[in-house]
């Protein structure tokens, strides 16, 4: 979302962006390789733009407790990711299947998991249909069983991935991020905990069945639970389908 907010930045006057935390030091990112209005390192001599956007300083935050994250309506704006040749070629052997992300960040909480159960079924399901599938992640990433799995070590290239597949479906998070920037059609498991009035796009389909903007709880969270326990494997296969109709 950052890179998002610094192409919009740069657009408006035309400055490179240095994405800063609170003491106003860079912040350094390999997804942000190869995009050239973002400043990794400080620049001597030439104009740029400081632009605060790090963990907890984000544009969609209201405010922070002990206990939870209050929220505020956002627009994100899709980013855009510079592939290597060799990203691309490493990317291309899945090009026109379905990547489904059973995997959530380890953030304390479970509010935005869907359950390992849920996964397996929706697996089985899109098995049944014939529908190709493929799943990132590092070594050690726990496969689903009919889903083809590819180790991908960077986040980069399993971006590179999505880019060539013709559907996404996951939670809310880094993937669903990077399936805007490429352009490759979602469904996108929000449950109950962030709204998709705070970090969903309009281009994807978005299952939210929580309240408001979202709970924000930052512990494991009884509500949370029940939010995702009311998206079934069936309800999510069915907006897939729907999507490749599309």
């Known amino acids: 979302m950052a890179a998002g907010e610094a192409r919009k930045l740069h657009r408006s006057n035309k400055l490179p962006v240095m994405i800063v935390d609170p003491r106003g030091r860079p912040i350094k990112s390999p997804v942000w390789d190869g995009l050239p209005y973002i400043l990794q390192d400080r620049a001597r001599g030439k104009p740029f733009t400081r632009m605060l956007n790090c963990g907890g300083h984000r544009p969609y935050i209201a405010g922070k407790s002990a206990e939870k994250w209050t929220w505020r309506p956002y627009k994100p704006i899709p980013a855009e990711i510079a592939f290597t040749p060799a990203e691309r070629a490493f990317a291309e052997p899945y090009r026109g299947m379905v990547m489904l992300e059973p995997s959530v960040k380890d953030i304390g909480h479970r509010n935005k998991d869907w359950g390992p159960i849920y996964w397996s079924q929706l697996d089985c399901l899109i098995h049944e249909k014939r529908i190709p599938t493929v799943q990132c992640g590092p070594a050690g990433t726990r496969p689903l069983l009919y889903t083809r799995f590819v180790q991908t070590d960077t986040f980069r290239l399993a971006a590179a991935v999505l880019a060539v597949c013709k559907a996404f479906v996951g939670p809310e998070g880094g993937l669903h991020h990077a399936a805007a920037a490429v352009g490759t059609p979602a469904v996108v498991i929000f449950g109950g905990f962030i709204a998709p009035a705070v970090t ?44 490749l109709r599309e």
Request: hydrophobic share 30%; aromatic share 4%.
């Open 200 to 243: 969903g796009y309009g281009t994807h389909r978005n299952l939210f069945t929580g309240v408001g903007l979202g709970c924000g709880r930052r512990l494991d969270c009884d509500h949370c639970r029940s939010a995702m326990g009311s998206i079934s494997p069936r309800m999510v296969l069915n907006e897939l389908t729907e999507l």
